[in-house]
T-cell receptor
């Protein structure tokens, strides 16, 4: 009930393409769904987040799509660039305490 | 105040030794979190503070681990009698009481030999 399942484990995308990473959760009480980007040797950095009252949120090239009925959410990176190469984590939490439950991560490589 | 600072960045210690890490959060943030991350995995929650009160502690945190946040400012995480399984990146993060998102530090990488 507490797990967040993330796929794929790794992803290679050509420069300019669309990168798509998916996550699924079980606990319907989760009400906050962030995506983090992590470069080697650095802590995760918040990329974009969504709450279940909206189905989509866009910030620049990054979009979260949220499907409440399917208990799934995904990250889309448009016009992917080599600088986007990093590990991406989805997470979920209860807004009240912000203890994040993390997916296992997706290593994204953008080929020039 | 440019972010969350963690010290040291790297620590190599012999099994059985005690180690202590420090985290300086963003000064306006009320909440401070400790997570542990092993290679190829997402971070795992260890504990969090609201101001100086430690409100939640994971079952992952054995009796050898202790965390403090005196005066609600910086925090320390101590590991006593380190074991090889403690080798990981220890991440600190802070956030507002209400609001979105954590800010993470760059972590302390612990290697127990």
């Amino acid at each position: 009930q507490q797990q967040v399942k993330q796929s794929p484990q790794s992803l290679i995308v050509q420069k300019g393409g669309i990168s798509i990473i998916n996550c699924a959760y079980e606990n319907t009480a989760f009400d906050y769904f962030p995506w983090y980007q992590q470069f080697p040797g650095k802590g995760p950095a918040l990329l974009i987040a969504i709450r279940p009252d909206v189905s989509e949120k866009k910030e620049g090239r990054f979009t979260i799509s949220f499907n409440k009925s399917a208990k799934q959410f995904s990250l889309h990176i448009m016009d992917s660039q080599p600088g986007d190469s990093a590990t991406y984590f989805c997470a979920a939490s209860f807004y009240s305490n912000y203890q994040l439950i993390w997916g296992a991560g997706t290593k994204l490589i953008i080929k020039p | 105040d440019t972010g969350v600072s963690q010290d040291p960045r790297h620590k190599i210690t012999k099994r059985g030794q005690n180690v202590t890490f420090r985290c300086d959060p963003i000064s306006e943030h009320n909440r401070l979190y400790w997570y542990r991350q092993t290679l190829g995995q997402g971070p795992e929650f260890l504990t969090y503070f609201q101001n100086e009160a430690q409100l939640e502690k994971s079952r992952l945190l054995s009796d050898r681990f202790s965390a403090e946040r005196p005066k609600g400012s910086f925090s320390t995480l101590e590991i006593q009698r380190t074991e090889q399984g403690d080798s990981a990146m220890y991440l600190c993060a802070s956030s507002f009481l209400q609001g979105d998102g954590y800010t993470f530090g760059s972590g302390t990488r612990l290697t127990v030999v």
